[in-house]
């Protein structure tokens, strides 16, 4: 018995790895073409390998990883494939460090050497478990298998936290944490039995999804800091197709407006100076402090025939969490109608020190936008910036941070075109970004090549999200209501 195991164990090595010593490597002065590009990237303490392969077909491969600080990691094959505790430990050893990179390639017989390349290993923490999102097929009427998940950021474990098939003919989006804290949780249900989820301390409620009073369904929310409230938009969204191949789809509203749920009292706080007749205002977060409400708001258009007229702008409203009521007054802190721009998804940094938010053309579902970048608000200045340091040349969309402010999470098409990914970047103190880094798979092209999917609304998460996602499958269906007052 000992004899046969040790025997599968032999052949499952060699079908791991090419069986090649590398001999005489003929030395290249290029650094290797890899899937996914790691070359130069900056990346946190406790996070999964950054396995890869060659861009192009491989034989062979033979990568050897060290650390300035000590330390050494080594994997040959199609593709890198490293032992998640052996590359921890290579990561501790080496904080505030870097990981120089050899990579060797087999071809015909023959090995080549590769100019190494780095990678920084971060002085900020993640200090976050993992991450939350949607994952959709790129349809545009039928939602086909979809739902929420959540990655574990150490490792490649991913789950379901609950998908369309709890409720057949569902839709699941919206969804979001307060503070990256699970503890406060909800998420938006469209189709016949639509609902608006709240999840306090692990006891659900599912509001009534629209209502006449507020003119659509609660969509958009983001969490106050007491998780005593959250702000939701309220929109008619409509959506149109392009017959020109360059562009597929646009998303507009016919209208929106903006308002604040106190989750205690199911009550919704309003206020003529957010739910305007001639403006849509839209999308609003809370500052972390929570007396102040950020939103977007354009001047409302005749859609669909005026859609390339729809731009926002970022504006703020003060908020009392003591008395529930909002300020007197609405400010616009950036003006992109004036660069001829729309913003869309702002969302400020945890410290108060920036809001990140995406410039695109016109519109607001930067998702379908190729020209569509991040910029960076810096509180303290009032000055905003293009951040090129992780912009592309495709779509670069919506985004969070992690809860010390150092890391942001967000979406990009900038491999293919067609699916939107989840990347990864760091800010530093002054402000500056750090080349992104795909999220990490064990087996990367395999991962990346076979999964039909497109990753959206990400956001950090402290912990595992406890959901039962049988029981609100059955809870959705029921139809069983909150009244919002």
Not at 310 to 338: M, Q, W
Not at 341 to 351: E, F, G, I, Q, V
Request: charged letters at 25%; aromatic letters at 12%; glycine letters at 6%.
């Amino acid at each position: 018995m000992i004899r046969k195991i040790v025997f599968l164990i032999s052949v499952v090595c060699l079908l791991s790895s090419c069986g090649s010593a590398v001999h005489d490597a003929k030395q290249l002065n290029q650094t290797p073409k890899i899937f996914p590009d790691y070359v130069g990237v900056a990346v946190p303490l406790g996070v999964a390998p950054l396995n890869f392969t060659m861009a192009a077909d491989v034989e062979c491969m033979d990568v050897v990883v060290k650390g300035s600080k000590g330390g050494e990691i080594h994997s040959n094959g199609v593709e890198t494939d490293f032992d998640i505790d052996d590359w921890h430990d290579l990561l501790e050893q080496n904080k505030g460090g870097k990981l120089t990179v050899t990579v060797c390639e087999e071809k015909q017989g023959a090995w080549v050497q590769y100019k190494d390349f780095t990678i920084d290993v971060s002085t900020y923490p993640l200090e976050e478990w993992g991450v939350t999102y949607r994952r959709v097929a790129p349809g545009y009427e039928v939602y086909s298998h979809m739902g929420l998940y959540q990655r574990d950021l150490a490792t490649f474990d991913e789950s379901a936290i609950i998908e369309n098939t709890q409720a057949p003919g569902m839709c699941v989006n919206c969804h979001t944490s307060n503070r990256t804290n699970p503890d406060r949780f909800v998420f938006h249900v469209r189709g016949s039995h639509g609902a608006t989820m709240i999840q306090k301390d692990g006891q659900r409620e599912w509001l009534k999804a629209k209502s006449d009073l507020l003119g659509g369904s609660m969509v958009y929310p983001y969490w106050h800091p007491s998780g005593k409230y959250c702000a939701f938009s309220t929109n008619q969204t409509r959506q149109g197709f392009h017959v020109t191949p360059e562009e597929r789809i646009e998303v507009f509203d016919l209208s929106s407006d903006i308002f604040v749920y106190n989750v205690e009292t199911h009550e919704t706080i309003r206020d003529s100076l957010v739910m305007t007749k001639d403006w849509s205002e839209n999308v609003p977060v809370f500052s972390p402090d929570g007396r102040t409400l950020y939103f977007m708001t354009c001047f409302q258009k005749s859609y669909p025939l005026e859609y390339k007229d729809e731009k926002y702008n970022l504006c703020s409203i003060a908020f009392d969490p003591e008395h529930g009521r909002f300020g007197t007054k609405v400010d616009t802190l950036f003006n992109a109608v004036a660069k001829g721009k729309s913003l869309t998804w702002p969302r400020p940094s945890y410290d108060g020190k920036y809001i990140l938010f995406t410039l695109m053309d016109y519109g607001y579902f930067s998702i379908w936008h190729e020209e569509s970048e991040q910029w960076l608000l810096d509180l303290r200045t009032g000055e905003a910036r293009p951040l090129d340091e992780i912009n592309s040349m495709r779509a670069d969309s919506y985004h969070n941070w992690n809860v010390n402010s150092h890391w942001i999470v967000f979406t990009s098409r900038r491999d293919d075109g067609l699916y939107s990914r989840l990347y990864f970047s760091s800010i530093d103190d002054k402000g500056h970004a750090t080349k992104p880094f795909l999220l990490p798979q064990r087996h990367p092209r395999e991962y990346y090549d076979r999964t039909f999917y497109s990753f959206n609304t990400p956001d950090f998460t402290s912990r595992k999200v406890e959901f039962d996602a049988m029981m609100a499958g059955e809870e959705i269906l029921s139809d069983k209501r909150v009244e919002t007052k």
